[in-house]
Nanobody, 128 residues
Framework: QVQLVESGGGSVLAGGSLRLSCVAS????????MGWFRQAPGKEREGVAA????????YSADSVKGRFTISQDNAKNTVHLQMNSMKPEDTAMYYC?????????????????????WGQGTQVTVSS
């Protein structure tokens, strides 16, 4: 049974930091993409950052560049999203996602449809 378990969400003041974690089980972590997406009420789900677990190459949205960093701990099948200098517009439900096993470059990292597995989501709220 494939499982993605997220943690680390909560409330923070603008300018503060949060660190999200996602632990993957099942045959989904190696040689695939792990991504973080977010969705605010009334808006489309948006790709935030992703990492190809086979080589550590990372991707991020323009809206979070310089503020958010995705990283991996392969020994623990875990990815993290370090969020610094947070803004009220970062408020959303954040989801961890995993692609099926694909070669590097095999998906468009920011498309929700490219990911076959999703976590339950964790709420992030940033107050000004």
């Amino acid at each position: 049974q494939v499982q993605l378990v997220e943690s680390g969400g909560g409330s923070v003041l603008a300018g503060g930091s949060l660190r999200l974690s996602c632990v993957a089980s099942g045959d989904i972590y190696r040689n695939g993409y792990m991504g973080w997406f977010r969705q605010a009420p009334g808006k489309e789900r948006e790709g935030v950052a992703a990492i190809y677990t086979g080589n550590g190459v990372t991707y991020s949205a323009d809206s979070v560049k310089g503020r958010f960093t995705i990283s991996q701990d392969n020994a623990k099948n875990t990815v993290h999203l370090q969020m610094n200098s947070m803004k009220p517009e970062d408020t959303a439900m954040y989801y961890c996602a995993a692609s099926r096993r694909v070669p590097y470059g095999g998906i468009t990292w920011g498309r929700s449809s490219a990911y076959g597995y999703w976590g339950q989501g964790t709420q992030v709220t940033v107050s000004s």
